[in-house]
T-cell receptor, first 113, second 111 residues
Framework: EPEVTQTPSHQVTQMGQEVILRCVPISNHLYFYWYRQILGQKVEFLVSFYNNEISEKSEIFDDQFSVERPDGSNFTLKIRSTKLEDSAMYFC???????????FGPGTRLTVL | ELKVEQNPLFLSMQEGKNYTIYCNYSTTSDRLYWYRQDPGKSLESLFVLLSNGAVKQEGRLMASLDTKARLSTLHITAAVHDLSATYFCAVDKGSGSRLTFGEGTQLTVNP
């Protein structure tokens, strides 16, 4: 049983457009993480979100990126002006209750043309 | 900066054989994770190792952690085709902190 679901599963966009990726938890979580994986490469941390605030971010997470929890449940990652190099799989993750293991959502494949 | 290195990066093996994947990391941590990823899919948690000397086994896979050597191993026993996937190790620095991943080991088990 997944801890989170993600929408859309695949997003195709033009360079310079804004995209919003969504992560929907199955149950209440305080911690959320976003990671990305460029095709054929390793998984890279973007940002972590605890109790409705950013707790940690990587050097990848620049001003083009933002995260929100707009309605107290969904958790969004916004890329304001997409670049070709933003093409990747984006994963949301959250720890399962009583463990520290991060469980990953199914991912959103972002293709920037 | 925490660095995580895996080797080998590519591993092709025959069914029935044994092999070990190695994961080295650069700074002190007692928390190491192994994940499996099938092509085009998400990451599936396999093991979490939270102390020196920890050993976990599930089926044909066994993971261990040596925090003094900053080394974890994932041992595959009598490989079967279904184990073909990419295996990632990852390390964090404490509860709630980010995961830093290795480059992954792409395992192919041939009949």
């Amino acid at each position: 049983e997944p801890e989170v679901t993600q929408t859309p599963s695949h997003q195709v966009t033009q360079m310079g457009q804004e995209v919003i990726l969504r992560c929907v938890p199955i149950s209440n979580h305080l911690y959320f993480y976003w990671y990305r994986q460029i095709l054929g490469q390793k998984v890279e941390f973007l940002v972590s979100f605890y109790n409705n605030e950013i707790s940690e971010k990587s050097e990848i997470f620049d001003d083009q990126f933002s995260v929100e929890r707009p309605d107290g449940s969904n958790f969004t990652l916004k890329i304001r002006s997409t670049k070709l190099e933003d093409s990747a799989m984006y994963f949301c993750a959250t720890p399962r209750a009583s463990t520290d293991t991060q469980y990953f959502g199914p991912g959103t494949r972002l293709t920037v043309l | 900066e925490l660095k995580v290195e895996q080797n080998p990066l590519f591993l092709s093996m025959q069914e029935g054989k044994n092999y070990t994947i190695y994961c080295n990391y650069s700074t002190t941590s007692d928390r190491l994770y192994w994940y499996r990823q099938d092509p085009g899919k998400s990451l599936e948690s396999l093991f979490v190792l939270l102390s020196n000397g920890a050993v976990k086994q599930e089926g044909r896979l066994m993971a261990s952690l040596d925090t003094k050597a900053r080394l974890s191993t994932l041992h595959i026993t009598a490989a079967v085709h279904d184990l073909s996937a990419t295996y990632f190790c990852a390390v964090d620095k404490g509860s709630g902190s980010r995961l830093t991943f290795g480059e992954g080991t792409q395992l192919t088990v041939n009949p």
